[in-house]
């Protein structure tokens, strides 16, 4: 490849991983216009779209996705030759990392990480602290925490961002329950009733937006639960519906516990997860590691999940 430079590189980079132009533009701190023009040199460059239409959004082609280790090799490499503090031995290292984050995803990547980052630095500890009512934000700025690990819109506009997985709210329900004898649609969705999950104590969200707007319908909240592993197994003695995201849903034994679970038959908005840190410690390789260890655990453990 000729004409080519390491920030082209690093605009590759970030593209495949957000699958989107305007999350890489916000990313990298420039223009989506900007971004766009990157984009197509880098069509040009390597013959191939890099990034194509998928429904109603963009998806790294066969090609991109193909090439992202090596590309993010190579910047990670260019980076460590040009970065005044090198990454020093890590084996040697103490470092202890705070990562905000809810029950949902230190359940699904809380010890294969651990295991991860061990292998280069066996001396390293992680503390997952709890969401709390706090702006995501504030944690960051005031560096009480390394990462945040969440789907919240609420951030400050330097935060930096890198989107880790998206994921679907499904339905939880007994194996026997009766809106499984029939396609599940909108209107039998409102004939049972539901546990919300929310440690704010918020009944309704997504579900409920989309059935009053585009079908006129109100489903009834029965209960409200700070988290999901307090009525999972207790669901198999009731016909109560519990909504939860895929990444909950995959580690949990549903066959086991009984349960079951159904798509809901409705245009629900994705959950985009994504894992933010501040400026600052743009620079700082050990912090860089740390992101780079937890975005390639994320798709080990999240499989399709990951960036899709």
């Known amino acids: 490849m000729r004409g080519y430079d390491l920030d082209l590189l690093r605009y590759l980079q970030v593209l495949i991983e957000e699958e989107?132009?305007?999350?890489?533009?916000?990313?990298?701190?420039?223009?989506?216009?900007?971004?766009?023009?990157?984009l197509a040199k880098l069509?040009?460059?390597?013959?191939?779209?890099?990034?194509?239409?998928?429904?109603?959004?963009?998806?790294a082609s066969a090609f991109a996705l193909g090439i992202l280790d090596r590309v993010q090799e190579l910047?990670?490499?260019?980076?460590s030759l040009i970065e005044t503090r090198a990454l020093t031995n890590l084996a040697n290292m103490t470092p202890t990392f705070t990562i905000r984050a809810n029950d949902l995803v230190v359940a699904a990547l809380a010890l294969p990480l651990l295991q991860t980052l061990k292998k280069e630095c066996p001396q390293c500890e992680v503390i997952w602290a709890p969401e709390v009512d706090d702006p995501a934000s504030d944690p960051l700025r005031h560096g009480r925490v390394d990462l945040y690990i969440g789907a919240t819109d609420v951030m400050k506009p330097e935060i930096r961002r890198q989107t880790l997985f998206r994921d679907h709210m499904q339905g939880v329900v007994r194996k026997d329950h009766p809106i499984l004898a029939t396609p599940v649609t909108p209107q039998s969705m409102i004939l049972y009733d539901y546990i919300s999950v929310s440690r704010r104590g918020r009944a309704q969200g997504p579900i409920d937006w989309v059935l009053r707007a585009q079908y006129g319908l109100t489903r009834r909240i029965a209960m409200v639960v700070p988290n999901y592993h307090c009525m999972v197994e207790s669901l198999k003695d009731s016909d109560l519906i519990l909504p939860l995201p895929g990444i909950v849903i995959d580690h949990i034994s549903v066959?086991?516990?009984?349960?079951?679970?159904?798509?809901?038959?409705?245009?629900?908005?994705?959950?985009?997860?994504?894992?933010?840190?501040?400026?600052?410690?743009?620079?700082?390789p050990v912090h860089r590691w740390l992101r780079e260890t937890l975005f390639r655990v994320s798709h080990q453990v999240l499989g399709n999940r990951a960036g899709t």
């Open 20 to 38: 989107s132009v305007s999350l890489a533009a916000r990313r990298l701190k420039v223009s989506e216009p900007a971004m766009s023009r990157h």
């Open 75 to 79: 910047v990670r490499n260019a980076d």
């Open 255 to 284: 066959t086991a516990l009984g349960l079951a679970t159904f798509p809901f038959p409705l245009s629900l908005p994705s959950i985009d997860a994504f894992q933010a840190w501040h400026p600052r410690r743009d620079t700082d």
């Open 43 to 59: 069509r040009v460059t390597f013959a191939d779209p890099i990034l194509v239409q998928s429904g109603r959004r963009m998806s």
